[in-house]
């Protein structure tokens, strides 16, 4: 259906996500789930944000029973949530900087104080909640000078897509993904 699938596992695809950290290499990642895939074909503003990714992944089982269908088999799905939560594990490690982008103001608080309570050594170098003027340049600027290894971007369908690609210039390293409501289900 025009979306570049990459053929990769969860674990596969997180590993390499480190390996562009630790290069640091600018990435733009897209979590598609059928939600997109169909707004992408319905839309080609919307396809033009997802041809800008450096990975886009089958974010779902929807994705990969379509493939399936269509004669073209991914190996798995790799999930939004399921990538965030095992950067998040191996950024305990490793000692990822990241920023946060999205929700409501109460639950992206709250998503900060549980990743600060569970894994302590990810420094959580900035965040910021989803509704903000967009014509206003700051976060972006913000996430310019702090220079995260990972950028968190929770902001909706096509929403987070739309804010990556339009501020990407911007920046001259990191992980950019998209994760939906993942700090809906962090901040419990
Ligand atoms: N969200 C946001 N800004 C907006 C709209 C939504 O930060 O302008 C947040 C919302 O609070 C939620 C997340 O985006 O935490 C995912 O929203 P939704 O469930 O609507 O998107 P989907 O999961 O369908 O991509």
Known sequence: MGVPFLH???????????QRIEQ????????ANPEVVMQANENPTVMNYLKQATYICADG??????AQILGESLPGRVTGYDTMVRLLEI????????????AQKETI??????IHKTYPNVEVVGYHDGFFD?????????????????????LGVPRQEK???????????????GVGGS??????
């Open 8 to 18: 990769i596992h969860q674990q596969g695809f997180v590993d390499l996500l480190v």
């Open 163 to 177: 804010w990556i690609a339009e501020n990407l210039d911007k920046f001259s390293k990191g992980v950019f993904i």
């Open 24 to 31: 640091q290499e600018k990435t733009f990642v897209v979590t």
């Open 91 to 102: 950024g305990q490690q490793k000692r990822f900087k990241i920023y946060l982008l999205g």
């Open 109 to 114: 608080d709250k998503t900060v104080a549980n």
């Open 134 to 154: 967009w014509n206003n340049n700051s976060i972006a600027q913000e996430i310019a000078t702090l220079q995260p290894d990972l950028v968190f971007v929770a």
């Open 61 to 66: 089982i929807g994705v990969v029973k379509a």
């Open 183 to 188: 700090f809906d289900v962090i901040a419990g």
